[in-house]
């Protein structure tokens, strides 16, 4: 193993840190972008939609007064966090994909970006 280090060129490092910063800028990027997109779920037929942008934050909830049961308020609380969840879910799998798309254009071999 010492021995390849020593035999290292070091244009060889340079171009590497030069590729890792690249790397670092165009994945800031993506998750910028990626933050400012927003994805919607809903639960319960429909009764309740939720939107979540790409940071995870709650955006948008939405609830369909013909589809709600005014003296099941408990129904509606299952049915709000199942939305939300489920809008969560979609909003990480995005981004995961996102990353996933970056590492691939970079010609990274998959698993070399933690989650993915």
Same mark, same amino acid.
Request: charge should be negative.
């Given at each position: ?5 020593k035999? @290292?060129? +070091? ?5 590497? *840190? &030069? ?5 670092? &800028? ?11 997109? !927003? =994805? !919607? ?6 009764? =309740?939609?939720?939107? =979540?942008?790409?940071?995870?934050? +709650?955006?948008?909830?939405? #609830? %369909?007064? !013909?589809?709600?049961? =005014?003296n %099941? !308020?408990? +129904?509606?609380? %299952?049915? #709000? #966090? ?19 798309k970056?590492?691939?254009? @970079?010609?990274?071999?998959?698993? *070399? #970006?933690?989650?993915?």
């Amino acid at each position: 193993m010492f021995d390849d280090l020593k035999n @290292m060129n +070091l244009g060889n490092l340079g171009d590497l *840190m &030069s590729k890792a910063q690249e790397m670092r &800028s165009r994945m800031e990027r993506m998750q910028e972008e990626a933050q400012r997109k !927003t =994805v !919607t779920a809903d639960a319960g037929g429909g009764m =309740v939609q939720a939107t =979540v942008n790409g940071k995870m934050e +709650l955006t948008k909830l939405k #609830i %369909d007064k !013909t589809k709600l049961d =005014v003296n %099941d !308020t408990e +129904l509606l609380e %299952d049915v #709000i #966090i199942a939305a939300v969840n489920a809008a969560q879910q979609r909003a990480a799998n995005m981004l995961q994909e996102e990353m996933r798309k970056q590492a691939q254009q @970079m010609g990274l071999p998959p698993g *070399m #970006i933690p989650g993915m």
